[in-house]
């Protein structure tokens, strides 16, 4: 028996079906929508995006790679890549999610919004963004159609039985030895993408956009969501950021080097370079070592500040 998994889908760019999909008990997708993929869901999503990013690119022939493979890769998600009894969050558009467990496999309803289509049974009870944790706002309000948020099942439980308890700053891991610079560091990703600009890397860089949205934050790859996609102002460089809590160990530099392989195969247009970046609290000896041997990959030491000023009295 499968374990249940959780994910934010947005139905229609700014949610704008999410009302009909609650009345006809259903999510769904429109990219491709001429096409009926009853035969096309491959076991791999990498091997239906290699098949449909030429389809998508024919069709958006103002789009990028980079466009065309996270469009793919959340068409596959919603046909297959969500199980039956997988549940559901979804914007309702005015501070809320409906929340429902997908009942059905995939099919197809040509002519119609999001034709491709999943059943789901909804719930009654729609939850308030208000009452989630900071933690699970920024997962669920990512950028993108999709996300698997599965690590916040708990809280999402309770929240949907209606019993859900005021989120206090603690941190189950051993390696957290400060609590409260746990809470900060969570909202490292956040903070750096809304600070991009201000940031040693946003002098060269942008964070890869399509129509003026970000596309490049926590962009599916085979290996894992890259943290963040981005793009050098002259068009001529792709680079990976991989964000890391406290010390980083060498083992990151073997997963940026995969995520890098990524890029370099299945989004860089011919003649772009592919680098990496990593973002840490403290590095050591073995990051050094494995760094120093190591093309195109940088390191990166963030600080946490907290400060208190006192006003003057008048």
Known sequence: MSIRRYFRVMLGRKSVYAKQCFEGSFIGADFLGEVDLKNELTEEWKEFNKKFIPTYLKENPDRSKVAAGLACGFLWTVSRGINRGDVVLCPNGEGAYFVGEVTSGYFFKKGENLPHRRSVKWSPIQLPRTAMSQSLKNSTGSIGTVSEVSKFADEIEKLIAGDAAKPS??????????????????????????????????????????????????????????????????????LVVELKRGRASDVVVGQIQRYMGFVQEELAEDGQAVKGAIIALEDDLNVRRALQVTKNIEFFKYQISFKLSKMQES
């Open 169 to 238: 700053i603690v941190s189950a891991s051993p390696e957290i030895e400060d609590p409260a610079a746990f809470a900060l560091e969570e909202h490292l990703e956040e903070f750096l993408v809304k600070n991009w600009e201000q940031t040693e890397l946003g002098k060269k860089y942008d964070i890869y956009e399509e129509e003026g949205e970000i596309v490049g934050q926590q962009y599916p790859s085979d290996t894992g969501p890259i943290d963040i996609l981005a793009i050098s102002k002259n068009k001529k460089e792709l």
